[in-house]
Antibody, heavy 118, light 106 residues
Framework: QVQLKESGPGLVQPSQTLSLTCTVSGLSLTSNSVSWIRQPPGKGLEWMGVIWSNGGTDYNSAIKSRLSISRDTSKSQVFLKMNSLQTEDTAMYFC????????????WGQGVMVTVSS | DIQMTQSPASLSASLGETVTIECRASEDIYSNLAWYQQKPGNSPQLLIYDANSLADGVPSRFSGSGSGTQYSLKINSLQSEDVASYFCQQYNNYDTFGAGTKLELK
């Protein structure tokens, strides 16, 4: 059974760095890609970036300079780090699985709410 | 970057009615289009992929159509459990989502 679960701090101060973890089960990170997607309260979804099955990464050009995605395959974990946080980064952050390139996201985590505030 | 324009932003319909939501891509996305349903407090759930293929476990009252830059999601015989927000997503060139449609009961 495929499962993804996000974890991380609920509150981050402005200008600080956000660190989130996506722990997966029921799938191998070496044969699946995992993306991070966020959703500000009451708004739409924004794809942030992906770590592919081969360990390569791609990022949304709008936030590329602030974002880093990595993984630890032995722990079945994917990491997101984003620096220089501002209030507009307040959002629910989801990780999601894509089985293969050219497929949609078929499994999502429950999400973790991150508030940027002093 | 590919832009996705989704309409309407909100929709009110009666039980048993048929509703249609549309998405337009800024360029041809070759049917690499998915629809998701999101209920309050939950993560999005895949409904339709490849523009017209029903995801596992999704009721047959949901259907998708379209090609090129124009796509639509149709819900036949609206049920109370269909009250949710719906998002389209292109995955032809990375990923972009539409702004969403909030579906309510009239």
């Amino acid at each position: 059974q495929v499962q993804l679960k996000e974890s991380g701090p609920g509150l981050v101060q402005p200008s600080q760095t956000l660190s989130l973890t996506c722990t997966v089960s029921g799938l191998s990170l070496t044969s699946n890609s995992v993306s991070w997607i966020r959703q500000p309260p009451g708004k739409g979804l924004e794809w942030m970036g992906v770590i592919w099955s081969n360990g390569g990464t791609d990022y949304n050009s709008a936030i590329k300079s602030r974002l880093s995605i990595s993984r630890d395959t032995s722990k079945s974990q994917v990491f997101l780090k984003m620096n220089s946080l501002q209030t507009e980064d307040t959002a629910m952050y989801f990780c999601a699985r894509r089985r293969l390139p050219g497929y949609p996201f078929d499994y999502w985590g429950q999400g973790v709410m991150v508030t940027v505030s002093s | 970057d590919i832009q996705m324009t989704q309409s309407p932003a909100s929709l009110s319909a009666s039980l048993g009615e048929t509703v249609t939501i549309e998405c337009r891509a800024s360029e041809d996305i070759y049917s690499n289009l998915a629809w998701y349903q999101q209920k309050p407090g939950n993560s999005p759930q895949l409904l339709i992929y490849d523009a017209n293929s029903l995801a596992d476990g999704v009721p047959s009252r949901f259907s998708g159509s379209g090609s090129g830059t124009q796509y639509s999601l149709k819900i036949n015989s609206l049920q109370s459990e269909d009250v949710a927000s719906y998002f389209c997503q292109q995955y032809n060139n990375y990923d972009t989502f539409g702004a969403g449609t909030k579906l309510e009961l009239k």
